[in-house]
């Protein structure tokens, strides 16, 4: 019997979502304030290693805002509140995790629920996606390689559902690359270079030039290539790898960059003659 067509998310979904990735967040923070990088200043760590603030209403822009209203009372009073609780909390005990989990996710909860169906409803995610799945740069970088980012152009399918999908786009974006910026070749960084499924996409050349995997304590950033681990070909919490971040205090896929020209992109998409 065949799989059922996965149907789209629905708004209740989605705002379970964003309660289930807020409170991963909350306890990555607690986490990283207790055991991981205790000298890290609490705003410092809550602005860049996660995105809570983009998911509330304190921000009145889209899904990537192009200003950061830090500033701003709508954001800073809420700050405030989690960092009072951050203090109260700050040991590394199970119950002091559980309790700045619970309580900071209140303090933050309204204002999820205000913006929450604006992010429902917001299609900029894919705005700027020129190949399918994959969003090519503007320029070169300095050795000339393009680099390009990653999303779900298939939701609610996953990316791995057609075997077909990620050649397709890669084959736009090798044309491109070529065609347009007279690329050397491609290169990205993402969690995905750590999932043997996505490196299967990819000619050996990719696989030959990863580089070690990011420092899951120094290098940990705001955006998907880091959180886009949690988020489900659904767009739902992705709750096998946030058990496993909970069991473990670490991501499950490390970022990893890598690169390779476009004659071994050519030569690996030359066994897809039908794209």
């Known amino acids: 019997m065949s799989k059922p067509e996965p149907l789209p998310k629905t708004l209740e979904e989605h705002r379970e979502y964003l309660y289930g990735i ?23 760590a809550i602005r860049n290693r996660v995105d809570i603030y983009r998911k509330t209403e304190a921000n009145p822009e889209a899904l990537n805002p192009v200003t950061l209203h830090f500033d701003e009372p709508a954001w800073l009073v809420m700050e405030d509140q989690a960092l009072a609780l951050m203090e109260k909390y700050n040991s590394s005990s199970e119950s002091d995790r559980k ?65 077909l999908h990620i050649p397709r786009c890669m084959k736009a974006l090798v044309k491109a690359a070529e065609e347009t910026y007279h690329a050397k070749g491609l290169t990205t960084g993402t969690w995905l270079n750590s999932s043997e499924r996505w490196l299967a996409c990819f000619p050996q050349a990719w696989k030959d030039n990863l580089s070690a995997p990011a420092d899951p304590v120094r290098s940990v950033a705001w955006h998907y290539g880091w959180w886009g681990q949690f988020i489900s070909a659904r767009r739902t919490l992705q709750k096998k790898n946030a058990e496993f971040m909970r069991a473990n205090k670490t991501f499950p896929f490390l970022p990893r960059a890598s690169h390779a020209t476009l004659d071994e992109f050519k030569e690996h998409l030359a066994q897809f003659p039908d794209l």
Not at 26 to 41: I, S, W
């Open 99 to 163: 309790n700045f989990e619970e309580e900071a996710f209140l303090v933050f909860k309204d204002s999820i629920d205000q913006r929450c169906e604006r992010d429902y409803l917001d299609p900029s995610g894919l705005a700027n996606y020129q190949c399918g799945s994959l969003r090519h740069n503007l320029e070169l970088d300095r050795n000339g390689y393009l680099g390009f980012h990653i999303a779900n152009s298939v939701c609610p399918h996953s990316i791995f559902d057609d075997p």
């Open 22 to 44: 807020v409170k991963l967040q909350l306890f990555y923070l607690h986490l990283r304030q207790t055991e991981q990088d205790p000298n890290e200043p609490f705003r410092d």
